[in-house]
């Protein structure tokens, strides 16, 4: 990780803030020695997350954000309108923002990109950790460590998907592994995979309209302009019954008409809205996209 990580030119001793929606305790800030890093507490009233970002800001610098891209997205955009000069007292020492364990959702990216003002780094990884795959050169382009597991991008049903085979892990060896995320090959050196894009995300992340036939969620949602973006925080889908998916909103203010914001040219399904006040997360904290319980 600090391979990747010193593309920004990470230092071990340099101090990281690091925000992945997850409650940590009684206190807003957590100090962990180990990573030398100050942990957000995700469930702290904001103010109170403010003013002890106040606190260690008197004494300490903050060179990184790292976290889960959702989380970090939900803090900028908090500190954004509600306290810039905090904003600019955290943005004095910045030098990256490190987005680790999700897909970074480009509005959520823009944003983040937008605000700080700092180079931003993305890297592919899951927990069966059979493949470790940074960006370079460009965003959402991904470099598998074929050293730390080796990468295949076999085609099955007529897709690309990305293949892993762990080096290390003794204890339940995965061969051959079929992460689920569906990929475009970019580059090989040889027969040996040398870069990809995700295409679109984990086989499960789609919704059926009513003829039956299946449509990626990062297409639906990322791949059309929605202005719903530029009034709502998060955009979240739940799918119950084939044909019909219910749109959850997170909105800081009133939406009046959120069907208008969202373009479902060509979409033959049945869409409801629901305006929420905070993104549904998973036990891990993250966001998703794709809503299995509410």
Not at 119 to 134: F, I
Request: overall charge negative.
């Amino acid at each position: 990780m600090h391979t990747i990580w010193r593309q920004l030119g990470y230092r071990s001793d340099q101090i990281k803030l690091t925000v992945r929606g997850r409650d940590i305790g009684p206190n807003p800030l957590k100090y962990n020695f180990t990573q030398n890093e100050f942990q957000v507490n995700a469930v702290c009233e904001l103010d109170d997350l403010y003013d002890a970002l106040r606190s260690i800001l008197r004494k300490y610098k903050i060179s990184y954000l790292h976290g889960y891209p959702s989380a970090i997205y939900e803090l900028t955009s908090s500190l954004h309108h509600d306290d810039q000069d905090l904003l600019g007292a955290l943005k004095l020492n910045l030098k990256g923002i490190f987005l680790g364990s999700e897909y970074p959702a480009p509005p959520y990216r823009k944003l983040i990109s937008e605000v700080w003002d700092v180079p931003t780094l993305s890297w592919y990884g899951h927990t069966e950790m059979a493949v470790l795959a940074p960006e370079r050169d460009e965003p959402y382009l991904y470099y598998p460590f074929q050293t730390y597991g080796y990468a295949e991008a076999e085609i099955i049903d007529g897709a690309h998907h990305l293949i892993g085979t762990t080096l290390h892990n003794q204890v339940g060896p995965l061969i051959r592994y079929d992460t689920g995320d569906l990929i475009e090959p970019v580059a090989f050196e040889g027969d040996v995979l040398r870069s990809f894009r995700i295409k679109e995300g984990r086989i499960g992340d789609f919704v059926t309209d009513l003829s039956g036939r299946r449509i990626a969620l990062t297409a639906l949602i990322f791949g059309r302009h929605h202005k719903l973006f530029e009034v709502a925080e998060f955009i979240q889908i739940r799918q119950k019954i084939p044909g019909e998916i219910t749109v959850y909103i997170t909105s800081r203010g009133d939406i009046p008409c959120p069907s208008d914001l969202f373009n479902s040219s060509d979409i033959n399904m049945k869409i409801e809205f629901e305006i929420v006040q905070s993104p549904i997360r998973s036990k891990l904290g993250k966001t998703p996209l794709l809503l299995h319980n509410v």
